[in-house]
């Protein structure tokens, strides 16, 4: 890292050199608009063809209409001292496709030497592409209409941008390349190469040389440009060429009054001449889509951010539709919004979170952290429940509807227990367990909890119910014994809980968000927000922080992903893709893994662990493990690397065991009639066969295997997190903890959510500028989310909460896991 900071400072500084000694070099008069020139450049002011923040960018190096605000509307008027009337340019750029509109009352014809009346017409098209934010190309289109000599002008001017690294841009644009012609002359083109260093974030040193095709490079016009961003987003700027003709002007963008949408940017500079061509002052003004940079005038909003459907973590492409938002998009939404100015509130609409608990603590941090920076935050209850009210009381007001009764009940985990239900059906369920906590086959092979299941389930849930009624004492600054009170009488009238202190107000959400945005403030929704990225002015590659997601069972092989009904997974195969292009990708500097998922396959999270410690081992790159509502069993075997482990107090991890097993038929078969004969060549071939149960023997060959599974189990945690086989007994025997309990017994590092995970990673991957999040897998719509159309139905939300219990019949031929033991519905 030391060398390449080195190299990096000694190029920055052999370019600053060179372009010293190429002015001083060339730092003599020369004529600034040969014979037959476009006279059209006459009214452009002189700016660089590698970089530049003007309005008339679009029109200098055509990439530029891919960087530009979008979609856009400017206006630019330029006079020249000696003429009475302006010329005027009207230019929209619409999905960096530009279109201008040129009004021309005057141009400087350099074969006469004075400005003359144009009453020209000029139009142009364009069209930019930046690929990557390194390369670009573009092509724009101009044609005129007048009365005089100015008619049928026809040409295409493309350019080409290339920005390798943060501190170096190149352009080039070949002008006129078709040779156009006024009045039966030709005009000559020109190629104009162009180079920008930045020795600092907020300057940028410009150099551009236009070689005429009519003149030897020697003799081609020089142009030397420095710019400097200052706050709030404003930039000045100034230049001379080698006539020591000088440009200099400033560009300030600011908000809109009264608009939630767009932001205006202000640009005004002046030419003076040396040569002969007469002074000039332009003035523009842009309106775009976006918002200003910070911009001390720009509009208060309220952001407003509504949670009444299922949140997915996973990042879903679609072509058609729109992205859906993800759980990633609002925490990072609420931290810009912590920093941004135009920002001066958050409003929570909450009908039904459909997040878990973990999750729940996760948005609680970031509105906490909000309300730091001295802003406001609202809560709008529709109706009142654990999660629904834990997430509300983190901000500062509540507003509950007057048409519910207000209700908060302590936490309670429900279990379901199959096996009197399998029994009519004659399926029983086969199974060898290590770890006395390890209570996964309950569920099938019990009516009710054993005593070892109860008091862990007790313990996780007593420490959950702990944290919820703590928080809330504490946001709410109300004793205990007043929240007890609650849970026993089951529920208070809306006035009653405002008296008690649980709400501040009693409106409609309609009536309730009027009475918080008051006059002054608008609405601005959590869609429009993300769309209203601050346009960045970086170059070259965004370095990237992959977070790669592990949900749902740990299966072989692929993941199912959107083919069926069934709960998401996580094939081992499509893992280790989204691995190898975190690690392989030179751009992602490091790689954080974000588990929710209770396990599955022991043979698969074997896989996923070794693909890791492999890749990680050649690559190199600093790992974080981030752990969601759940990371149990399977789902906390693939995190034993030895790398850093971020969970919420609330997560559900641990269950450090092994069950394995089979689904026997053998009452089913009889109940139907069905006889199955088999032919084997030794004595436990058909030891998994599904028409049969398990003989002692059988159960004893099989629990050979657990203990081994077990053993590589608890060997896997001991060098990964450097507890003691002594000590193991402590942490494992498939016993689940919550976060809290975990780091206790030091199975996690430290307490946070996936933000405190990105954080950690920047911190050791050492970025210190901009940085973007890599979403991994990449998963490609099904056909209703192409369409634009959701497909998580509530029927489909609501059979998948039930069919998450027989999620294990699509581990085909496997009979051994790491498989949390049972399934908790935290209410």
């Known amino acids: 890292m030391i060398l390449q900071l080195s190299v990096s400072k000694f190029i920055k500084k052999f370019l600053i050199c060179t372009l010293f000694f190429i002015f001083i070099l060339h730092s003599k008069n020369h004529i600034a608009l040969a014979e037959n020139t476009n006279p059209y450049f006459s009214v452009m002011p002189s700016l660089s063809a590698s970089h530049t923040n003007s309005v008339f960018a679009p029109l200098i190096n055509p990439v530029f209409s891919d960087i530009a605000p979008s979609p856009s509307v400017s206006y630019i008027m330029q006079q020249f001292e000696c003429t009475d009337s302006g010329n005027h340019f009207l230019l929209a750029n619409i999905a960096g496709f530009i279109f201008s509109y040129s009004w021309l009352n005057s141009l400087y014809n350099c074969r006469s030497n004075a400005v003359e009346s144009a009453d020209t017409s000029l139009f142009t098209l364009g069209k930019g592409f930046l690929f990557g934010n390194i390369f670009g190309i573009g092509l724009n289109y101009s044609f005129s209409k007048s009365n005089n000599d100015y008619d049928d002008y026809s040409s295409f001017t493309p350019g080409i941008l290339l920005r390798p690294f943060r501190f170096l841009s190149l352009g080039y644009v070949a002008r006129d390349i078709n040779s156009p012609e006024f009045n039966g002359s030709k005009i000559q083109g020109s190629n104009v190469f162009s180079v920008s260093i930045r020795p600092a974030d907020f300057l940028t040193l410009s150099v551009d040389a236009v070689k005429y095709k009519t003149r030897k490079f020697d003799y081609s016009d020089m142009l030397y440009s420095v710019d400097m961003r200052l706050f709030y987003g404003i930039s000045v700027f100034a230049n001379i060429n080698t006539d020591k003709d000088i440009s200099f002007g400033f560009s300030m963008p600011f908000g809109i009054p009264g608009s939630r949408y767009l932001t205006a940017t202000a640009d005004a500079y002046a030419k003076i001449n040396n ?128 048409v519910n009764v207000f209700s908060i009940t302590g936490l309670k985990a429900e279990v379901y227990f199959v096996k009197k239900g399998l029994e009519k059906i004659g399926i029983k369920f086969e199974s060898v367990k290590k770890g006395i906590y390890k209570s996964y086959p309950e569920t099938f092979v019990r009516e009710h909890m054993s005593p070892e299941f109860r008091e862990n389930m007790i313990s996780i849930l007593s420490d959950l119910n702990d944290q919820f009624l703590n928080d809330i004492s504490n946001d709410r600054q109300m004793p205990k014994e007043t929240i007890d009170s609650l849970l026993e009488s089951g529920f208070f009238k809306p006035e009653a809980a405002l008296s008690a202190g649980f709400i501040d107000h009693i409106a409609y959400p309609g009536e309730a968000e009027n009475e918080i945005r008051e006059k002054n403030l608008t609405l601005i929704s959590m869609i429009d927000y993300k769309k209203q990225q601050v346009k960045s002015d970086t170059w070259g590659l965004y370095p990237e922080i992959a977070v790669v997601y592990v949900k749902g069972s740990i299966t072989r092989g692929k993941s199912r992903g959107y083919r069926d009904i069934l709960p998401a997974d996580t094939g081992d195969l499509t893992y280790l893709e989204a691995l190898n292009t975190a690690f392989k990708d030179s751009n992602i500097k490091a790689v954080i893994i974000r588990i929710d998922s209770g396990g599955g396959s022991a043979a698969a999270s074997e896989l996923m662990w070794h693909y890791l410690m492999q890749l990680k081992a050649k690559f190199k790159k600093p790992v974080v493990f981030s752990f969601g509502n759940m990371a149990a069993s399977g789902g906390y075997y693939i995190a034993c690397t030895g790398d850093k482990i971020i969970s919420e107090k609330g997560s559900i991890t641990g269950s450090i065991g092994v069950v394995a097993g089979k689904i026997s038929l053998q009452e089913f078969y009889n109940k139907l009639g069905i006889n199955k004969d088999i032919i084997k060549m030794s004595e436990f071939a058909d030891i998994f066969n599904e028409a049969k149960n398990f003989s002692a023997k059988e159960r004893a060959v099989v629990m050979q295997g657990v203990d081994y599974t077990y053993n590589r189990f608890t060997d896997k945690v001991s060098a990964g997190r450097g507890i003691d086989k002594k000590d193991m007994d402590k942490v494992a025997q498939g016993k689940v903890f919550t976060g809290n309990q975990a780091k206790r017994n030091g199975l996690i590092d430290s307490f946070g959510g996936l933000l405190t995970a990105v954080k950690l990673a920047v911190k050791n991957a050492d970025i210190k500028k901009e940085f973007k999040i890599r979403h991994l897998p990449e998963i490609s719509a099904p056909l209703l989310n192409i369409l634009g159309l959701n497909d998580e139905s509530r029927l489909k939300a609501g059979l998948k909460r039930y069919l998450q219990f027989f999620d294990f019949i699509d581990f085909k031929n496997e009979y051994t896991f790491y498989y949390f033991p049972y399934r908790i519905m935290i209410k």
Do not use: V, W
Request: with cysteine; net charge negative; charged share 25%.
């Open 275 to 402: 040569s002969s061509l007469p002074d000039s002052a332009y003035f523009g003004m842009t309106i775009a889509q976006g918002k200003a940079e910070l911009s001390p005038a720009a509009h208060k909003n309220l952001l407003r951010i509504t949670l009444n459907d299922t949140i997915s973590e996973l990042k879903i492409e679609s072509i058609f539709g729109s992205d859906r938002i993800i759980f990633y998009d609002i925490l990072h939404a609420i931290e810009r919004a912590s920093n941004d100015s135009s920002i001066a509130g958050l409003i929570l609409q909450i009908d039904d979170t459909g997040l878990g608990f973990a999750q729940i603590q996760e948005l609680r941090d970031q509105i906490k952290l909000f309300r730091e920076k001295n802003k406001r935050t609202h809560a709008i209850l529709n109706s009142s429940g654990n999660m629904e009210y834990y997430l509300a009381s983190s901000c500062k007001e509540i507003y509950f509807s007057p």
